[in-house]
């Protein structure tokens, strides 16, 4: 099992920034790559970012490329999500995911899930 837990979430004016982090227990980090998955009401869970074991790969939505950016220290067993340039349609709960080895876009892809942290953005 792994455990994950969201943090860093909050309301922020439009144009802001936030910083999420993920930090996870359980299971030896370096052996799970990571996502970011966002859900605002009424819509589908939606994928944000990825990153591969060591940090060289990683994968944005096209909603969040050039604003977001996911990071992750393994000696931390962390994971990060830098948000800039906050849009009121960013505003979800947003979830960290944990997938064994390889990175993955989709919901299914990823065994492992936070409980979430919302983000609200003020126009």
């Known amino acids: 099992q792994v455990q994950l837990v969201e943090s860093g979430g909050g309301l922020v004016q439009a144009g802001g920034s936030l910083r999420l982090s993920c930090l996870a227990s359980?299971?030896?980090?370096?052996?799970?790559?990571m996502g970011w998955f966002r859900q605002a009401p009424g819509k589908e869970r939606e994928f944000v970012a990825t990153?591969?074991?060591?940090?060289?790969?990683?994968t944005y939505g096209d909603s969040v490329k050039g604003r977001f950016t996911i990071s992750r220290d393994n000696a931390k067993n962390t994971v990060y999500l830098q948000m800039i340039s906050l849009k009121p349609e960013d505003t979800a709960v947003y979830y960290c995911?944990?997938?064994?080895?390889?990175?993955?876009?989709?919901?299914?892809?990823?065994?492992?899930w936070g409980q979430g942290t919302q983000v609200t953005v003020s126009p």
């Open positions: 359980g299971r030896t980090f370096n052996n799970y790559a």
């Open positions: 990153i591969s074991l060591n940090g060289g790969s990683t």
């Open positions: 995911a944990a997938r064994l080895y390889t990175i993955g876009v989709l919901t299914n892809h990823y065994a492992y």
